[in-house]
């Protein structure tokens, strides 16, 4: 599999923490880790923002997708605001995380957790051509249940 050189920076002297990286040979996305100096409680139905420390520089034509943890959904409701969140290719910034707490129990944020994933995706730029019909297809404008599920 051909692999994308992307540049990153580390925005503080953060050399403890890993950068992105796949935990296992099949991962779409890389673990991306908490950039905190203290540890932070996290109350049920509280939103926190929690930075990761990097900047990345994709090419145009790519996007960083930043998406939940399923361990973190399932064993502490633990979830992304926002997700997923887009990372721009023009965008230069720190990466940043919007945690929210959906459990029934604080959740306690160490530097170093891993708190989100993020899966580098090509996308195509849409340029609208405006009609007054479109192509027919068997399932036509069916949505919501339409399947009986």
């Known amino acids: 599999m051909e692999k994308l050189k992307i540049k990153i920076t580390r925005l503080r002297q953060n050399y403890d923490l890993p950068l992105p990286q796949y935990t296992t040979e099949g991962s779409a996305g890389m673990d991306i880790y908490a950039d905190i100096e ?26 960083a997708q930043i998406r939940p943890r399923s361990g973190l959904a399932i064993n502490h409701g633990i979830t992304l ?10 965008y230069r910034g720190e990466i940043k995380v919007i945690l929210i707490n959906l459990g029934k129990k604080e959740f306690k944020v160490k530097r170093g957790d891993r708190i989100a994933q993020m899966v580098v995706s090509k996308y195509a730029k849409v340029e609208w051509e405006e009609t007054n019909e479109l192509n027919a297809t068997k399932r036509g404008a069916g949505g919501f249940g339409h399947t009986g599920i």
């Open 38 to 63: 203290n540890e932070m409680i996290i109350k049920p139905g509280e939103i926190v923002m929690i930075p990761t420390g990097i900047a990345i520089e994709l090419p145009p034509g790519y996007e």
């Open 81 to 90: 605001l926002n997700t997923p969140g887009t990372i721009d290719s023009d």
